[in-house]
């Protein structure tokens, strides 16, 4: 696949006629300040489409974008260790659960970004052990692979497959483009 267009459409924070409009919608989801705008900008080949922050927690809605006037790559608010208030955090929480596990949307695959150097938290792996309880199609993104040193990479790749089972796997650099090919493969 390759992406010729890409826009931001909208901010939704519930419920929103754009969920049912019949186009698929890819979702990504990983935890605050783990590049999740950086991949989603690389992907796109737009600097600027997804905002991004050193402030975590900056995405507090839904944000959907349209790819090449086909599907809608959904942009979830981070969960964790954002630096927001405990309320606000509360109420992301319930944005991602209501968006995965309550509304009656599906989404046609579900992209969980890690961060390769720390591997899977706790955090990561209840999302990921929600999305699959519900069947969910889960794809790895493993991203930030540039930071770990040539020694380390394949160690952790393998630590990475082996805590999230069967689930493919994207070694991923927002930076150097690394991944992106096979990213691109899994959104056709």
Known sequence: MKINSAQFIKGA???????????????FIGRSNV???????SL????????TSSFPGRTREINLFLINNSFY????????????PEAMRREIEK?????????????????????AKVGPTADDLEI?????EYQK??????????????????????????????????PYSAVKHLGLKELLQELD
């Open 13 to 27: 924070v519930g419920p929103d006629a754009i969920f049912v409009s019949g186009k698929d919608q890819v979702a």
């Open 137 to 170: 199609k889960v794809v790895i993104i493993a991203n930030k692979i540039d930071k770990l040193k040539p020694s380390e990479k394949d160690k952790q790749l393998k630590k990475i497959s082996t805590t999230v089972g069967d689930h493919k796997v994207i």
């Open 44 to 51: 796109s080949g737009q600097k600027d489409l997804a905002r």
């Open 128 to 132: 990921l052990t929600a999305l699959d």
């Open 95 to 115: 944005l991602i659960n209501w968006y995965f596990f309550v509304a009656p949307y599906e989404q046609k695959k579900v992209f969980l970004i890690i961060d």
């Open 35 to 41: 590049g999740k705008s950086s991949v989603i900008n």
């Open 73 to 84: 790559l959904v942009d979830l608010p981070g969960y964790g260790f954002a630096k927001v």
